[in-house]
């Protein structure tokens, strides 16, 4: 791995986040969502925050950065409306949102109610190691982040389009946080919609310079999201 500068953005407000805000605030216990996870899009005010985003990059991006996007539909989108659709943008699966399996589309509460058995085993297998049926712990998503940096390509920048759990993943394994370490960051440091987390390093020892900056939503006079995305079952 010889990248230098890697930031880490994550897509802009998707109308399954603000499908899931509504069925917590609703207790309802299934998110009302009509399209599978890959298919998910980026809701107008998503729209907008990946617009005020590019305005960031568009001045800060060496021309030869290499851009990196989860397959799935917002973060290509974001990263389209970002950067326009000219800019040469490598799809890798690796960097696709966590898999939840049986627990999809579920509330936290819906989870309770509908798969008991499901959320006492979570409760006692921990969120880090917690697979469900049909889908990926953290850890699995923590492997496919080791493989994709195993072949970064030989960029001074590097900038990876993906989702919340994916960039807390990221910094679980560039700054080799223990389980305990990464409970508690999740806890209390959400990854804001169309955030910039940047980090620095030599290919081996990596510094966080800046976490989930979304100033340039502000800047833009729009309302900063965070929404907690895939995470909101295993809170």
């Known amino acids: 791995m010889t990248a230098r500068t890697l930031l880490l953005i994550r897509h802009g407000e998707s109308t399954a986040n603000v499908a899931a805000a509504a069925a917590e605030a609703a207790g309802a ?3 009302a969502v009509d399209a599978r996870d890959p298919d ?32 799935y539909r917002r973060a290509v989108q974001t990263a389209r409306l970002a950067l326009g659709e000219e800019m040469p943008l490598r799809l890798d699966e690796r960097l696709r949102d966590r898999e939840l399996g049986i627990l999809d589309r579920l509330t936290a509460l819906g989870v309770e109610r509908r798969l008991p058995l499901e959320a006492e085993r979570r409760r006692w297998a921990g969120k880090f190691y917690y697979r469900p049926p049909g889908g990926e712990a953290w850890t699995d998503v923590a492997l496919r982040i080791r493989s994709f940096l195993r072949d970064l390509p030989d960029a001074d920048t590097v900038v990876v389009f993906a989702h919340d759990a994916v960039v807390s993943l990221f910094l679980s394994v560039l700054l080799r946080l223990t389980e305990a ?20 390093g030599d290919g081996s020892e990596w510094t ?28």
């Open 181 to 200: 370490q990464l409970a508690e960051h999740l806890l209390t440091h959400p990854v804001a919609n169309a955030s910039v987390t940047e980090l620095s």
């Open 40 to 71: 998910i899009t980026l809701s107008p005010l998503g729209e907008l925050q990946a617009a005020a985003l590019g305005a960031r990059l568009r001045d800060a991006l060496p021309s030869d950065a290499v851009l990196f996007s989860s397959p």
């Open 208 to 235: 966080l310079r800046t976490f989930a900056d979304d100033a340039h939503v502000a800047v833009a006079g729009l309302p900063a999201t965070q929404h907690p995305g895939q995470a909101r079952t295993d809170a």
């Open 29 to 31: 216990d299934v998110i």
